[in-house]
């Protein structure tokens, strides 16, 4: 089993001094290290020789007196160490996640919780937006299970959404998760997530570059997305906006020789655009896991999984062109009939239709589906559709299914 090596106050002082001194960056610390050898060499080097290594902006990063309450960081720093399931891993250690190494400017310490080997294992990261749909929800549960179903670590971010639902999905599987995170590894953001990381710390691991009190900063998330890239050999989008950080995860990936992937959407959700991009510029698209396995090389044991009752409908049943009034519809009870909106100026829906709207999202669902989300009574949940059809707000289609209609 893979451990890291133990280190003396005076070179945990060293590494901690070096990894998160203001102003060196990690390119040109890991040129000092490469020069002089171990931190305790760097600092013991004249402002002459660091500078003509790394630049003068990095000698004098590596001279500045450690901050006054320094021996207090050392201090909590090996007490965190010392509690089960917890460790510091250094750049030259060989617990070092190999895959990290092949990043122009790899993390000089990592902190990490839980099991170590998980960060050397085949991996693949299943990302996506924070405000994720109920489909994206279940797909990413779905896809995440199958991946460590096949021995590949899930790796994610912790965030509320997807990537939530990626760590819970994989949680319980074989391959484990790793949660890579934008704050230090003695907080839990969003706190939300506190139940959530305190399981994967007991069967997974979670990793962190950022020093012990961390808070979160928006800065920060995107060096932990470099990190994700970095550590996986693909990076699958569930979901995600045109804005979001689930590109920027995509796009390093790419830069970095990761295999990218993208679950596609209706064209009418916002969710699905970034998706669409990625796809547009070269991701590859995917509608199943076995998908994903078969282009990361390994062999699917078991039959292709049934597509599930949210799967896209055929073109000709998904058609979102706008609906006229039928003679039945016409012959439906006046009380209904009044729930139809004027084309100019639609009434704002009722709470019972708004949650069920919100639980619909974007992809065809069943009654059963709906029902589960919803925690509607039957009768109370056709009645909603009814009204919701009846306004445009739904289409229904063959085979029982429904989702939201395009508006005219």
Not at 84 to 107: E, K, V
Request: glycine share 8%; hydrophobic share 45%; aromatic share 4%.
């Amino acid at each position: 089993m893979l451990a890291p090596l133990p280190l003396s106050t005076d070179e945990s002082g060293a590494w901690l001094r070096l990894a998160h001194a203001r102003g060196l960056k990690p390119v040109a610390l890991r040129a000092l290290l490469g020069a002089f050898g171990l931190p305790q060499q760097v600092l013991a080097q004249p402002f002459e020789a660091l500078a003509a290594v790394a630049g003068t902006q990095a000698a004098h990063a590596v001279l500045v007196p450690p901050p006054a309450d320094f021996t207090q960081q050392l201090a909590d720093l090996q007490a965190w160490c010392a509690l089960p399931g917890n460790a510091l891993i250094t750049l030259a250690d060989p617990a070092y996640p190999p895959r990290l190494l092949t990043m122009t400017d790899p993390p000089a310490l990592l902190y990490v919780k839980g099991r170590i080997e998980l960060l050397h294992a085949r991996s693949v990261a299943v990302v996506g937006s924070r405000s994720a749909t109920p489909q994206a929800l279940e797909d990413a549960r779905r896809f995440a299970s199958a991946f460590a179903a096949a021995g590949l670590a899930v790796v994610s971010g912790l965030a509320l959404g997807v990537d939530g639902a990626a760590h819970e999905g994989a949680l319980d599987e074989s391959g484990g998760t790793v949660a890579v995170i934008g704050t230090g590894a003695d907080l839990v953001y969003p706190a939300a997530h506190r139940p959530l990381a305190l399981k994967i710390a007991a069967q997974g691991a979670i990793l962190t570059e950022w020093p012990l009190g961390t808070p979160a900063r928006s800065a920060n998330f995107p060096q932990r997305n470099r990190v994700i890239s970095a550590l996986v050999e693909g990076v699958i989008v569930v979901e995600a906006a045109m804005r979001s950080g689930s590109l920027i995860t995509a796009r390093l990936a790419n830069e970095m020789g990761r295999d990218v992937f993208a679950l596609p959407g209706s064209i009418h959700a916002p969710l699905s655009r970034g998706c669409h991009r990625l796809i547009k510029e070269g991701a590859q698209l995917v509608e199943t896991p076995e998908e994903v396995l078969e282009a990361l090389g390994l062999a699917v044991q078991t039959m292709q999984s049934p597509q599930s009752p949210q799967a896209a409908p055929s073109q000709s049943t998904g058609s979102t062109t706008c609906r006229r009034s039928t003679k039945d519809e016409q012959t439906l009870p006046l009380a209904l009939a009044l729930d139809s909106p004027s084309a100019t100026n639609p009434p704002t829906l009722e709470p019972q239709a708004q949650a069920l709207l919100a639980a619909l999202g974007h992809a065809p669902a069943t009654l059963e589906i709906l029902a589960q989300r919803t925690d509607m009574a039957e009768a109370v949940l056709q009645a909603t559709l009814l009204r919701l059809e009846l306004a445009g707000h739904v289409s229904a289609l063959p085979g029982g299914r429904f989702m939201r209609a395009s508006r005219c």
